[in-house]
Nanobody, 120 residues
Framework: QVQLVESGGGLVQAGGSLRLSCAAS????????MGWFRQVPGKEREFVAA????????YYADSVKGRFTISRDNAKNTVYLQMNSLKPEDTAVYYC?????????????WGQGTQVTVSS
């Protein structure tokens, strides 16, 4: 049974930083691309960042390029999202996702989400 567990969300002031983590189990982690998506109430879930199975390729939404960095540690079955220069519009529930192919489309496996709130 695949499980993805996010952590690291919270309340931060604009301009601040947060680091999200997603611990995976029940899958061969290095065989999966991992992604982060986010959602605000009343809107569709949107792509934020993705990383290939061995970490050689990364993809970012234009809205976060230069501010967010996705990385992974395959020895720890964990993917990270370092978020710097946060803006109020980054406020959302952030979800971890596992996919057999890297890209902006999500795969079948989701975490429960972690709330990120950026105050102005």
């Amino acid at each position: 049974q695949v499980q993805l567990v996010e952590s690291g969300g919270g309340l931060v002031q604009a301009g601040g930083s947060l680091r999200l983590s997603c611990a995976a189990s029940g899958l061969t982690f290095s065989n999966y691309a991992m992604g982060w998506f986010r959602q605000v109430p009343g809107k569709e879930r949107e792509f934020v960042a993705a990383i290939s199975g061995r970490g050689g390729s990364t993809y970012y939404a234009d809205s976060v390029k230069g501010r967010f960095t996705i990385s992974r540690d395959n020895a720890k079955n964990t993917v990270y999202l370092q978020m710097n220069s946060l803006k109020p519009e980054d406020t959302a529930v952030y979800y971890c996702n596992a996919n057999t192919r890297v890209g902006v489309r999500p795969g079948d496996y989701w975490g429960q989400g972690t709330q990120v709130t950026v105050s102005s």
